[in-house]
């Protein structure tokens, strides 16, 4: 991790990540791919749903408010195999999304997207008899996003040679819209995200010669697109097929317009930049020592968490930053680490709370040339400024920029607590100070 020095009036500060106390949990089993992503949604009971696959298997597993992970149960079993699933929240229940083909019986007629529903909580599933789009785009092959519509109609999204397409509900009679066709061949990872005024935005990695780059388009309630395709700032640069399998993309609570992940840069993709789609910038977080694995989660509150892997073989970290409500700013970044034994960051998903995020992260462990994908839960961090008078020393304790009031300040054998302005100040000459408060990782500086 690598630390940044800052000069604040006559104290000279050594600044480095908190670090959260993480326990990894396994969620999925052993012995899966590399390019495994799994699948999230988080429905009103607070409970996270995760669908994940191996073999012939598409198997789901909850993950209780309190952070339990529960057992897998079978979404089907005995498939010709499965690609990554795209879970969604539905009236009544929750629906998967995914591309298989079921047997190599040419009549089965669920050889494409397919979907099954869950009206208890994931514990059985019905599945939809036959493709729910029309043939002839590839979806067997390729990965899934989905969302739903406040009107309750589920968009879905994935890409092939032949288009990178959105299709709207479940008849198959309804058209696919390719959005890749007009910027030239190939698309990638789309991912796609609606907001609460029924709006949608699909994302995703174009390595078109005259159009490369991160894209993002409105979606209409009919799959078509809206308006035009935007690219985000400063991955023109990019080539081939982007670093991730699902475009990460979220809508802001609120209205708050769509914001899409990535980690930019060529040949190495080290710059971990979030974006505002439409906006002439992007916001730069990190810069990490290899190609970064980056993922996106939106709160309920406005707020937005951003999370991405750093680090060289066999010294794999994941860390991850809260904005603010107006997502105009980032707190401190929380160092999560990884599973015990981690070469490898493959890839990652989060879902967000009101108070904390749940991290899923594919690691390669030991000898595997793929991995398994395991959960934490971390708290946002809190950032710990300081400014040096007269042996006296102020101490500022921030959240994405907004003081935290009530933190205790712990420095040389004193402790005090924040004010209004997040400010406390004491007696302190050098050496290391604390800032903690209820609901965050606890902040350190060196001061010298």
Do not use: C
């Not at 159009?211 to 309630?221: I, L």
């Not at 509150?301 to 700013?329: C, K, M, P, Y």
């Not at 995020?357 to 395991?374: H, K, W």
Request: without cysteine.
């Amino acid at each position: 991790m690598k630390t940044l020095i800052l000069a604040a009036a006559l104290v000279l500060v050594a600044v480095s990540a908190p670090v959260a106390d993480a326990a990894w949990r396994q969620v999925t089993a052993s012995g899966g791919a590399s390019i495994d992503q799994v699948g999230l949604v988080r429905t009103s009971d607070r409970v996270l749903h995760v669908a994940w696959h191996k073999g012939g298997d598409l198997l789901h597993t909850a993950i209780g408010p309190r952070g339990r992970v529960g057992a897998a149960s079978p979404i089907q079993s005995g498939w010709t195999g499965h690609m990554d699933a795209a879970l969604t929240a539905v009236p009544g229940g929750i629906r998967v999304v995914w591309g298989a083909i079921r047997t190599i019986d040419p009549n089965d007629p669920n050889r494409d997207l397919n979907t099954a529903l869950s009206t208890d909580g994931g514990t059985s599933w019905q599945l939809t008899p036959g493709s729910i789009i029309p043939g002839g785009a590839q979806a067997y092959g390729s990965d899934a996003s989905a969302t739903t519509l406040p009107n309750g109609t589920v968009l879905q999204a994935w890409a092939g040679t032949l288009g990178t397409w959105v299709h709207s509900g479940f008849d198959p009679a309804k058209p696919n819209f390719d959005y890749q066709g007009a910027l030239g061949p190939y698309g990638y990872g789309p991912g796609i995200a609606s907001d609460a005024g029924g709006r949608a935005m699909m994302a995703w990695f174009s390595s078109a010669a005259g159009r490369p780059g991160v894209v993002a388009q409105g979606v209409h309630a009919d799959g078509s697109p809206s308006g035009p395709a935007m690219t985000m700032p400063g991955s023109q640069v990019m080539v081939g097929g982007g670093t991730v399998s699902k475009t990460p993309i979220v809508a802001r609570a609120r209205n708050g317009g769509f914001y899409v992940a990535y980690a930019l840069g060529y040949p190495t993709a080290n710059r971990v930049r979030v974006w505002r789609v439409g906006a002439g910038a992007a916001r730069l977080l990190a810069r990490t020592d290899a190609n970064s694995q980056v993922t996106l989660a939106a709160d309920g509150q406005g707020r937005i968490w951003a999370v991405w892997s750093d680090g060289t073989f066999g010294e794999t970290h994941v860390l991850a930053a809260r904005s603010n409500r107006e997502a105009t700013e980032f707190g401190a970044p929380v160092d999560a680490g990884a599973v015990r034994g981690a070469h490898s960051t493959y890839s990652l998903d989060a879902s967000a709370t009101s108070s904390a995020l749940d991290i899923l992260a594919l690691f390669g462990t030991g000898n595997e040339s793929g991995g398994a994908t395991y959960a934490a839960r971390i708290e946002p961090g809190l950032t710990l400024n300081a400014r040096k008078r007269s042996g006296r020393v102020t101490f500022t304790v921030t959240d994405a920029g907004d003081a935290v009031r009530g933190a205790i300040v712990r420095a040389g054998g004193r402790s005090g607590r924040t004010d209004r302005q997040g400010r406390v100040t004491l007696r302190f000459r050098r050496g290391t100070a604390t800032a903690s408060a209820p609901g965050y990782t606890p902040a350190t500086r060196r001061v010298r």
